[in-house]
């Protein structure tokens, strides 16, 4: 049997170069499924994204997954993509959506976490308070932060000038107005009086989003990562957010370990393979 893409639609293109294509997924031209592909502003055009990938209940646990999504890949190369993401949201399908990925050689990029929030925000160690962050903090954190947001992003397979316009204009879309832009929760975390470490917090409509937690050199494995992750939990909760979500990157092992013991559950797992 012959597992194909039929194409749904046209390739649709936009004026920056983006693409985006439905499909198909046939047996011997006999639909089993449908595979969505396409690039988006996150990553460029020369990064590929599976958007969604579906094999029919009785076609699954024959190959058919995997043939379609070797199958995108080469569309993806057509385009001239050098890599390819795929995303598998936590449920009954994850183990599987997972394993097929490590099979094709995609490997885990980072993961969307969540953690459902009481009424009751939580208590700071004796010694530990959050002031907000002064506008000459903000000058000097902000450039720290896009350094480091884009070393991250090159060693997960950007070249250093895709990285760096990523953090770029990542912060240019979160923080348009700075220490001012509405909804952006901006704190310093003391203990006895000294600095020791900051928290980058988004009041989103639905949720509170962590986009940073960062000890200070000079005081890291002295539990202000507890105590910032503690610290967005309030300001989440004193904002009506009964839930706050957050990214890790996978291999920050300190890191997963903090989420983990603090209650947060996986929600989305993001992998990506390099296109030789």
């Not at 047996?27 to 020369?46: C, D, E, K």
């Not at 399908?93 to 925000?121: E, F």
């Not at 989440?236 to 990157?249: D, M």
Request: with cysteine; charged share 25%; proline share 5%.
């Amino acid at each position: 049997m012959t597992t194909t893409l039929r194409p749904l639609e046209p390739l649709q293109q936009t004026a920056d170069g983006f693409r985006s294509r439905r499909y198909q997924v046939c047996v011997n031209s006999r639909p089993v499924g449908a595979i969505h592909l396409g690039t988006g502003p996150s990553f460029g055009t020369a990064v590929a994204v599976v958007r969604e990938l579906r094999v029919d209940e009785p076609d699954r646990r024959r190959g058919r997954g995997t043939v379609a999504a070797l199958a995108a890949e080469e569309v993806a190369r057509g385009w001239g993509c050098r890599r390819i993401d795929a995303s598998v949201p936590d449920g009954a399908d994850a183990d599987a959506g997972a394993g097929l990925l490590r099979a094709l050689g995609y490997t885990l990029r980072n993961r969307n976490m969540v953690k459902a929030l009481g009424d009751t925000p939580p208590a700071l160690p004796e010694g530990s308070s959050a002031r907000p962050m002064t506008g000459e903090e903000f000058a000097a954190w902000q450039a720290d932060e896009q350094r480091r947001y884009a070393l991250t992003w090159v060693e997960r397979g950007l070249t250093e000038a895709e990285a760096w316009a990523k953090a770029a204009g990542d912060h240019e879309a979160l923080l348009p107005r700075g220490l001012d832009t509405e909804d952006m929760v901006l704190r310093v975390l003391e203990h006895d009086g000294t600095r020791v470490g900051v928290l980058w917090l988004a009041l989103r409509e639905d949720q509170g989003f962590v986009y940073s937690v960062e000890s200070d050199p000079a005081h890291r494995g002295r539990g202000h990562g507890r105590t910032l992750m503690r610290v967005a939990e309030a300001q989440s909760i004193a904002a009506g957010r009964r839930e706050l979500g957050l990214n890790v990157f996978a291999g920050n092992t300190p890191a997963e370990r903090l989420y983990a013991s603090l209650g947060y559950r996986t929600t989305v797992s993001h992998y990506t393979k390099a296109l030789l």
